[in-house]
């Protein structure tokens, strides 16, 4: 699903410029659960943010569903990300002025659904992650949890075959962390969906197929359900 | 987008309402200077445009209608002989002083028609009739002037350049661009109130253009017949007079700048609000941007915003203005607020506010989606 080979970023130039990925080879199947772990400044969000589209790497290669997005121009890009990607942040990111429903269906209408469809496609994924009953409640009056619960809804909307996921436990207790484990490990398994998560919250790699530690923007090693693959 | 517009403009209702009296304040401005400005145009030369004259006959190099001197009568002999020329009416129009009740003076203007004809004659009269004029020493005054010039009934006799004057009618909205009011009478008595004219003088002569002919041929015709004295159409007496009082004194320019000042002060205000705005939202945009949407939906939610808070700011605006323009029909200084300005203005805002979010729609332009990753 997710190919990249001898992947670079680098900010800046000649003696300023950084490598935050440096030669990143990294593949993502379908109905995998991968966490990328590493120390702040390792490269983690940034090989994140361009699989996800959101950042232009400077060489190499990342396939998605066999399409190269290397090198595509910056007009070709929301529409890949529209259509392939649902994001979940550690902020939540939601838009506070918005309903829990209005939140979801937001991300139905940039696909262009009709209002109607947006609007039941919505209430089904916010009773799918158990907030049936706080449809038209605003983010500020949810707690953490029921707050990320509406971003994997939104995430969801769009019926993605890939999720990325920054941080999404960082900023919740322990139960609501393992909810929110629970729901994407389940979308992976039961929909097929790669879910990659950046993370530095020990409590939820139990729920990982895999662990991919990144240092100094490269690959250190992979865990596979416990062991040492790479 | 629309959705997310509106909610976005009404959920942080502090930042709507100090949105909102920025444009309120700055489209009251507009609309008052601008009447005002209207109605200086209006004022100038309402003398003019009501004069249903074809041409106007004049002593050379007048500045504008105010500023006659009193020419032959008997050139209109002369113009009578000029093809085209269908009537050649004679016209005062001149300053004489008025003694208020209180015997202090009052500089007013007088306008003396021929009762026979059909031009230069007073309009909408609201009491008496221009038929009285008739009677020797009889005027008619706006009501507007009336407590101006101490004039309280029909009937009433007053001083005016030195002689008695009854008042036998009333008309209603003649004002005067100058602080001096018009007060109108027969020719006849024209002479006697003004001062060194005799009855072979007059200060203008209307001319009435036959069927067949247009004003600017007669103009011509009677250029060549009359070459001491300058010829006018209508519209160029219009023009000239209303060029001399709205821009040469400075009285229009005043009030232009003054709606100018409110279009600038409107774009800064909210630019400066949406701006703001757009930076407090600016995650949400990022956020926009990550799932997928391209910059052209972010602009449509910036300018949808924009456009909401133009309607909403216009619909005060237009509100303070009507009252405020129908507060001001009695006074010296009426503020004039027709359909085409308040629909004119609708579309102003709309371009103020959408212009006022240039810099907003730049801004969101450079949002780097990967800011959504940022704690």
């Known amino acids: 699903m997710i190919e990249i080979r001898n992947l670079v970023k680098t900010y800046g130039k000649g003696s300023a410029a950084v490598h935050a990925l440096n030669g990143v080879d990294f593949d993502v199947a379908a109905g995998e659960v991968v966490m990328l772990m590493g120390p702040s400044g390792s490269g983690k969000t940034t090989l994140l943010s361009a699989m996800g589209c959101i950042l232009q790497a400077t060489s190499g290669s990342i396939q998605i569903d066999g399409r190269e997005i290397v090198g595509l121009p910056e007009s070709k890009l929301p529409r890949i990300r529209l259509e392939h990607f649902g994001f979940i942040f550690q902020g939540f990111n939601l838009f506070p002025a918005l309903t829990a429903r209005e939140n979801v269906e937001l991300s139905l209408k940039l696909k262009g659904v009709s209002s109607s469809q947006c609007r039941r496609r919505a209430t089904e994924l916010l009773e799918q992650v158990g907030l049936g009953d706080k449809l038209k409640t605003h983010p500020a009056d949810l707690s953490g949890g029921q707050k990320q619960r509406i971003a994997i809804a939104r995430a969801l909307a769009g019926d993605p075959p890939i999720i990325l996921a920054d941080e999404p436990t960082a900023a919740l207790d322990s139960h609501s962390g393992q909810t929110v484990m629970e729901l994407l490990t389940a979308l992976a398994r039961q929909r097929q969906r790669a879910v990659v998560v950046v993370t530095h919250d020990n409590r939820v790699l139990h729920y990982a197929d895999r662990t991919v530690h990144i240092a100094d923007g490269r690959i250190a090693n992979h865990f596979e359900e416990g062991r040492t693959a790479a | ?375």
């Not at chain 2, 003019?48 to 006659?68: C, M, Q, T, Y």
């Not at chain 2, 706006?142 to 030195?162: A, H, N, P």
């Not at chain 2, 005060?316 to 004039?336: E, M, R």
């Open chain 2, 1 to 375: 987008m629309l959705t997310l517009a509106w909610k976005n403009l009404f959920h942080d209702k502090v930042r709507l309402v100090v949105t909102l009296v920025g444009i309120v304040f700055a489209l009251v401005l507009i609309l008052i200077q601008f009447g005002l400005f209207l109605s200086f145009m209006d004022t100038s030369a309402n003398i003019v445009e009501h004069s249903r004259a074809d041409l106007w006959i004049s002593s050379p190099k007048i500045p504008h209608v105010n500023g006659g001197s009193p020419m032959a009568e008997s050139q209109r002999w002369k113009a009578l002989q000029v093809p085209g020329v269908q009537r050649a009416d004679r016209f005062i129009l001149a300053w004489v002083p008025w003694k208020l009740p209180s015997g202090a003076i009052e500089q007013v203007q007088v306008a003396g028609f021929l009762l026979d004809g059909d031009m230069g004659r007073p309009w909408n009269i609201v009491a008496g009739s221009v038929e009285a004029l008739r009677a020797e020493d009889t005027v008619i005054v706006d009501e507007i002037y009336k407590e101006k010039l101490g004039v309280t009934r029909l009937g009433q006799v007053v001083e005016m350049s030195g002689r008695r004057a009854r008042v036998v009618g009333f008309t209603h909205g003649i004002r005067s661009f100058t602080t001096s009011p018009y007060i109108f009478t027969s020719f006849k008595n024209a002479l006697n109130y003004s001062p060194g004219m005799t009855e072979k003088d007059t200060v203008y002569f209307h001319i009435r253009v036959a069927p067949g002919f247009t004003p600017a041929q007669v103009k011509r015709s009677l250029q060549q017949m009359l070459p001491q004295f300058d010829i006018y159409t209508n519209d160029e007496m219009l023009s000239k007079t209303r060029t001399y009082w709205v821009f040469e004194t400075g009285a229009g320019i005043t009030t232009l700048m003054g709606a100018i000042l409110g279009l600038i002060v409107g774009i800064v205000v909210v630019a400066q609000t949406i701006y703001a705005a757009t930076v407090d939202h600016i995650r949400e945009f990022g956020t926009l941007k990550a799932m997928g949407a391209s910059n052209m939906r972010i602009y449509e939610v910036i300018l949808a915003q924009a456009a909401m808070s133009a309607v909403i700011g216009y619909t005060f605006a237009i509100a303070i203005a009507y009252f405020v323009s129908q507060g001001s029909q009695g006074g010296n200084a009426p503020i004039a607020l027709p359909p085409q300005v308040a629909a004119g203005t609708l579309l102003l805002a709309i371009g103020m506010c959408a212009g006022a979010s240039i810099i907003s729609i730049r801004k969101a332009t450079t949002i780097d989606p990967a800011m959504v990753f940022r704690g």
